[in-house]
């Protein structure tokens, strides 16, 4: 059973930087996509950025320069730092992977930036 368990959410004042982690487990493949998305409140999920297994990452537009994605793909890990975090990169982020056209979540981990 595939699982996704993020870490390194909290509160931060504007301007900050936070790291956040994914451990993914239950597979013994190496999943194709992992990365991450969020959901602030009252607005639908988004993608914050994405990387497959060769390396190549995909970014929203409004996020590139201030956040990086990498990954470990040896070892199913993937982490996001943030930088200069403003109060709307305020939500619940999430960590998402893809394995054998399987979509996998996380729980979620909550990113407060306070202004």
């Known amino acids: 059973q595939v699982q996704l368990v993020e870490s390194g959410g909290g509160l931060v004042q504007a301007g900050g930087s936070l790291r956040l982690s994914c451990a993914a487990s239950g597979s013994v493949f190496r999943f194709n996509v992992m990365g991450w998305y969020r959901q602030a409140p009252g607005k639908q999920r988004e993608l914050v950025a994405l990387?497959?297994?060769?390396?190549?990452?995909n970014y929203a537009d409004s996020l590139k320069g201030r956040f990086t994605i990498s990954r470990d793909a040896a070892t199913n890990m993937v982490y996001l730092r943030m930088n200069s975090l403003k109060p709307e990169d305020t939500a619940v982020y999430y960590c998402?992977?893809?394995?054998?056209?399987?979509?996998?979540w996380g729980q979620g981990t909550q990113v407060t930036v306070s202004s």
């Open positions: 990387m497959s297994s060769g390396g190549s990452s």
């Open positions: 998402y992977a893809q394995l054998l056209r399987n979509d996998y």
